[in-house]
C-alpha cells in the first residue's frame, strides 16, 4: 500500500542545520589540533544549543538534551594518513584541568544507563550512540574518524588532553594543550545572536 | 573580510573535511564471512543476504541525520542506477530509526534500491562497523572483501573497476577454456 510521504520534521532540519552548518568555530573560537606520525587528530568546539537541538531533534526530552550539550562536547576528527595501522582506545585518553590529576573521560555507558534510566527511548539511544567518536577503532591507512566526546565538565573549563594512540604497534601520545568547553555565551557571540 | 563572508568560507572548509574521500575502498584482511542478516525494507520486503550468494553485495549502513550519509546518497543512487546492470547489488541499511523517518528521507533522494531497516542497531553492531556511514563489500562467495568508514563517490570509475572484478567469470571463451583445463586437471 502506498504511504504518504513525510517532510521533514522542522525540528531535525534545525538540529542539522545548527549542529553541522553552523557549529564551525566563529571568529575567535579556534580549532585544537595535533599531528605526528602521520596522524591528524583534530578537536572543535560545538555550541551548547546546536547540540541541544541535535538531540531534542532525535528524540530527547529537552532536559535531557540540555544534559547532553552542558558536557563540555567536542567533535573529533582523526585521519590516518601515517601508512600503516592505527588504533585509539578513548578508555586511555586522559584530561587535566590545572593542577588537579588528571581523570579519563567521562564512561559512555554510564550516560546510556542513565538514559535508558530517564525513559528516553531507545531510537534516540542509538543516535547518541552513533554520533559519537568510537570508544575503540581500529583504522587502515586512509581511513578517518569523526564523532562528538563528551568530556564531561564546566562551560568554559579550560583543560589539557593526553590522548594516546597506536600507530603501526607504536604506542604516541598526542598532547593538546588550552582546550575550551564551549559555553553558550562564547557560542552566541560568536555568531552576534544572543543567547535563546 | 567580514564576519559572515569568515564564516561561509569556514563553512565551505569544514565541509571539505568531512566530504574528502579517503581513498577508493579498505581491503579486508582475511576475508571474513559476512554476518548473514534478514531485515525488513521499507518497501515491507524481507531481505535476507543469504539470497544474494552469488552476487557482489554492497550493504551501506546509514541514518539520516548523518551529514557524510546524507552526502554521499546521490552518488550511491547513480552508481547503483550502473551496478544494476551489471548484477552488483545495493543494499542500504538504515540505523537505528523509524520507517516513517526512513521511508521520508528515501522519498525525498528518490532512493530506488532497496532501503532496510536495523530498528535495534543489532545488525551494524555484529558487521563491526565503528561509525556511520559505514560501507562493505561482499563477495559472490559472501565474504567481506571491502570496506570504507565514512562518505565516498560511489559511481566514480575506480570502484566500479573494484566492484566489477568481483563479479564470477562471464561464459566466455577465456571463461569456458579455464573450465575445461580444470577438469580434464582434475581427472587426469
Known amino acids: 500500500m502506498p504511504r504518504e510521504t513525510r517532510g521533514i520534521p522542522w525540528l531535525r532540519a534545525v538540529g542539522l542545520v545548527l549542529l553541522f552548518g553552523l557549529t564551525l568555530p566563529g571568529p575567535g573560537a579556534v580549532p585544537w589540533a595535533w599531528s605526528g606520525a602521520g596522524v591528524r587528530l583534530r578537536l572543535e568546539p560545538l555550541p551548547p544549543e546546536s547540540v541541544a537541538a541535535f538531540y531534542a531533534a532525535r528524540g530527547f526530552p529537552a532536559a535531557e538534551a540540555a544534559r547532553i550539550a552542558g558536557a563540555c562536547v567536542l567533535q573529533t576528527k582523526l585521519i590516518n594518513d601515517s601508512g600503516t595501522e592505527l588504533e585509539v582506545d578513548l578508555s586511555r585518553w586522559r584530561i587535566r584541568v590545572g593542577p588537579e590529576p588528571s581523570q579519563p573521560l567521562p564512561d559512555r555507558r554510564s550516560w546510556l544507563r542513565h538514559f535508558t534510566a530517564a525513559g528516553v527511548s531507545r531510537q534516540a539511544r542509538i543516535a547518541f550512540e552513533w554520533s559519537q567518536f568510537p570508544w575503540r577503532a581500529h583504522l587502515e591507512p586512509g581511513e578517518r574518524l569523526q564523532g562528538m566526546i563528551l568530556y564531561g565538565l564546566e562551560p568554559g573549563t579550560r583543560f589539557h588532553v593526553t590522548a594516546p594512540i597506536r600507530v603501526g604497534g607504536r604506542w604516541h601520545e598526542a598532547h593538546i594543550e588550552d582546550v575550551r568547553c564551549p559555553s553558550r555565551d562564547a557560542a552566541a557571540q560568536s555568531k552576534g545572536g544572543k543567547v535563546q | ?188
Open chain 2, 1 to 188: 573580510m567580514n564576519a559572515g563572508r569568515r564564516r561561509l568560507l569556514g563553512a565551505l572548509a569544514w565541509v571539505v573535511v568531512t566530504g574528502a574521500v579517503a581513498g577508493p575502498l579498505t581491503p579486508v584482511h582475511h576475508r571474513p564471512q559476512a554476518p548473514d542478516f534478514e531485515l525488513q525494507g521499507i518497501d515491507d520486503e524481507t531481505y535476507r543476504l543469504r539470497d544474494y550468494r552469488g552476487k557482489v553485495v554492497v550493504v551501506n549502513f546509514w541514518a539520516t541525520w548523518c551529514p557524510p550519509c546524507r552526502k554521499e546518497m546521490p552518488s550511491m543512487r547513480r552508481a547503483w542506477e550502473r551496478w544494476r546492470k551489471h548484477g552488483i547489488e545495493l543494499l542500504a541499511v538504515n540505523v537505528g530509526e523509524s520507517d516513517d523517518e526512513v521511508f521520508a528521507f528515501a522519498a525525498e533522494y528518490d532512493l530506488k534500491f532497496p532501503v532496510l531497516l536495523d530498528p535495534s542497531g543489532r545488525v551494524v553492531r555484529q558487521w563491526g562497523a565503528i561509525g556511520l556511514p559505514s560501507t562493505f563489500v561482499v563477495s559472490p562467495e559472501g565474504r567481506v572483501v571491502y570496506k570504507a568508514t565514512g562518505a565516498r563517490e560511489w559511481d566514480s570509475e575506480e570502484i566500479f573497476t573494484l566492484l566489477r572484478e568481483l563479479l564470477p567469470k562471464e561464459n566466455t571463451k577465456t571463461g569456458r577454456r579455464a573450465r575445461g583445463f580444470s577438469r580434464v586437471g582434475s581427472s587426469g
